[in-house]
């Protein structure tokens, strides 16, 4: 059968960064609406009912300049928008729109937009829009992060061939492994199997492709919820990759600083350890409530559809694993604070119990003299 021609589609690149420890929204967005006099908004979902699925807090939407791409077959104009979480993620996203192509062009296009703004590309957009906003958003920013830590996504979305078709005839007719895979030469049947696992649709004719990297997401009705979810689940990814690595180097320095206030010792040893186990315990409690706020950036209750896209995406991007580490590196900051304060206790006592016995021997001493 001829190939299906895309009439209606496009291209979206996702790019997030550690941006700060946390994001006031309501300043950032006073902020914005003064710097550019261009209205924001707090993204919500738009087809699925806040009952069923939600922000914990809705993202900042920041409309930006349109960007010139250079593509093997020439230019094109992406549009730009970023959005900034509370918990401090900033999102950069460029669309390309790709209609009037067969389905092989389609994926031409979306590899070529790959390589000339994707994680493998030098461009310098993606630095030069992280720095600009830094700037301008400054003052709303809690301790802004300058990390190398980044996440990528690749979406190609469909929402229209030029005739109608199901999920499972489009399955049979496109061939979607070269799109989700990037690659040229043919895949094993256990590579392609494994490619195709995530797939999910709700009606007859919608269908989304998830993989570590890109997705697919066939939607006729211009729902861009699906998206959000990914998106989300992308940001929460990046949040926890970012703990895991600050209690890696964390955890070392506090081994070290553990046993230079055992080595040092003395009567004010219960005040160094009292004030290691405050340091450890600020540091917990402040993980802890970024974490929570990062686990609860989206309230799935009862819309099943989004929410098994929402847990597909968590396990291929192996959040929970990440999550895991971070709270066994937790438990063990813990178990050390409680083990410095008790020291810390115990010194205090012991110091308290040599006092008093100097105290007596004082006391005797000046009876003795006396007498």
């Not at 930006?64 to 900034?84: S, Y």
């Not at 989700?180 to 590579?191: C, V």
């Not at 974490?291 to 396990?315: F, G, P, S």
Request: glycine fraction near 4%; aromatic fraction near 8%.
């Amino acid at each position: 059968m001829p190939a299906l021609q895309v009439v209606d589609a496009e291209i979206i690149v996702y790019r997030l960064f550690d941006f700060a420890y946390a994001a006031d929204l309501v300043r950032a967005e006073a902020i914005w609406r003064q710097h550019t006099g261009a209205s924001s908004a707090r993204r919500t979902l738009r087809v699925t009912s806040p009952k069923a699925i939600s922000y914990d807090v809705p993202p900042l939407v920041l409309p930006l300049e349109p960007v010139r791409l250079t593509l093997a077959d020439g230019e094109v104009t992406a549009t730009a928008t970023a959005r900034l979480y509370d918990f401090g993620v900033l999102t950069i996203a460029f669309s390309v729109t790709a209609g009037g192509c067969d389905w092989p062009g389609f994926t031409d296009r979306l590899n070529a937009v790959d390589a000339a703004i994707g994680p493998s590309s030098p461009h310098p957009v993606w630095s030069r829009i992280n720095a600009e906003l830094h700037e301008v958003l400054a003052s709303a920013l809690t301790r802004p992060a300058r990390s190398i830590l980044q996440e990528d996504y690749l979406v190609g979305v469909v929402r229209a061939f030029d005739a109608p078709i199901g999920a499972v005839a489009l399955m049979e007719r496109c061939d979607l492994v070269p799109l989700l895979s990037g690659e040229r030469r043919a895949l094993s049947e256990a590579a392609r199997a494994d490619l195709l696992r995530k797939r999910f649709s709700y009606y007859t004719d919608d269908l989304a492709v998830l993989t570590w990297d890109r997705a697919f997401i066939y939607e006729p009705r211009g729902d861009s919820d699906v998206l959000d979810v990914i998106e989300v689940a992308n940001a929460q990814l990046l949040e926890m990759r970012y703990y895991d690595e600050l209690l890696d180097d964390e955890l070392p320095s506090m081994y070290d600083l553990v046993e230079t206030t055992h080595r040092i010792g003395g009567l004010l040893s219960s005040r160094r350890f009292a004030s290691l186990a405050r340091r450890l315990y600020t540091l917990v409690a402040e993980v802890t409530e970024l974490t929570e706020k990062v686990d609860n950036a989206l309230q799935v209750t009862e819309d099943v559809y989004l929410a098994r896209i929402y847990t597909a995406a968590l396990d291929l991007f192996r959040v929970g694993t990440v999550s895991a580490a971070v709270d066994r590196k937790l438990a063990i900051i813990r178990d050390t604070y409680a083990a410095l304060y008790e020291e810390a206790s115990s010194s205090r006592a012991a110091a308290m119990e040599f006092i008093i016995v100097i105290l007596i021997l004082a006391e005797v001493l000046l009876a003795l003299i006396r007498h």
